[in-house]
């Protein structure tokens, strides 16, 4: 189970004493969506474009810490089919 919470500032601070952590960018209808988790704690945004100020900030947080980039997620059944 992952906690979501909408506190950057909360996340990051838990989030830089975590060990391994991960984040998704995707294209949704709304613009773009940015997922991170770290530990059991995670964080969902939805930004109007890729340029935005706030999403940069975060994904350079997300490089610095060492998280790894998830492309996408499969159940692990489908894995090895």
Do not use: P
């Amino acid at each position: 189970m992952v906690y979501v919470t909408e506190d950057w500032d909360g996340f990051k601070a838990y989030a830089e004493n975590c060990r391994v952590g991960t984040f998704q960018i995707k294209d949704v209808v709304e613009g773009v969506e940015f997922r991170v988790r770290a530990g059991r704690l995670g964080y969902i945004d939805v930004f109007n474009e890729k340029d935005d100020e706030d999403l940069k900030r975060m994904l350079k947080f997300c490089r610095v810490q060492g998280f790894i980039r998830v492309e996408t997620t499969l159940s692990d059944e489908l894995f090895h089919i």
